[in-house]
């Protein structure tokens, strides 16, 4: 666990392009600075551009659900910064590093974990996370070069997030219980809130310890 703010990503699975200025805008406010646009969403390439224009450089927004080597540059054109994978594909994360991309591979076995670091990730998303649990998190801590960050993303919510945060998660990644297609932006905007002050405690507690 680093002293660091917890990275809270804001998975946008579905945003069209009209929504996504006034969802992005609502995130920053709440103080989520990380914004995911799965390229199974309408138009993604013209979300993310979007949300990089709007946001300059007080956030990063990116990609999900990225599964083709192809797709990364596209990523880059569309002035994405992250570049986020269910799984570990060490082409993936190689072109999004020669690109100036931060990659976050998915993992969910010790072989992902060391295939991801080997490829040249030092940013790790544990997924599914609420099938692999806590136990995993804990295990791989205590093996992994120090500066490897581990974020869950699954099942993640304002009652799960603090236990993961407590346990050494640097972050995690937030989908369905903070976006889904047609919610307003303005509810978005409290889930994150809520979000932001559980992940504040958490790390107040975890630092306690």
């Keep these: 666990m680093t002293t660091d703010p917890p990275q809270l990503v804001a998975i946008l699975r579905g945003i069209t392009p009209a929504e ?14 990380r914004l995911e646009v799965p390229l199974n969403s309408p138009r993604p390439f013209e979300s993310i551009r979007l949300l990089a224009e709007q946001c300059g450089d007080s956030a990063e927004v990116g990609a999900g659900t990225v599964v083709d080597p192809a797709d990364v540059p596209r990523v880059a054109e569309a002035g994405g910064r992250i570049v986020v994978a269910p799984n570990t594909d060490p082409e993936i994360i190689a072109r999004s590093i020669e690109l100036g991309m931060t990659p976050y591979p998915g993992v969910a076995t010790a072989t992902d974990v060391f295939a991801a670091l080997r ?17 995993l998190l804990r295990a791989w801590s205590a093996v992994v070069p120090e500066g490897t ?61």
Excluded: C, M, N, Q
Excluded at 20 to 26: D, K, L, S, T
Excluded at 149 to 166: H, K, N, Q, S
């Design 20 to 33: 996504a200025p006034a969802v992005g805008a609502a995130l920053l406010a709440a103080g989520i600075t």
């Design 119 to 135: 490829a040249g990730a030092r940013h790790l998303k544990i997924f599914p996370a609420d099938a692999a649990g806590i136990p």
């Design 149 to 209: 960050a581990f974020l869950p993303v699954g099942g993640i919510t304002t009652e799960t997030l603090g236990p993961w945060l407590e346990a050494g998660a640097d972050g995690a990644g937030i989908g369905s219980f903070l976006y889904t297609p047609g919610r307003s932006a303005e509810e978005v905007g409290a889930i994150a809130a809520d979000l932001v002050r559980a992940a504040a405690a958490a790390r107040r507690a975890g630092g306690a310890l």
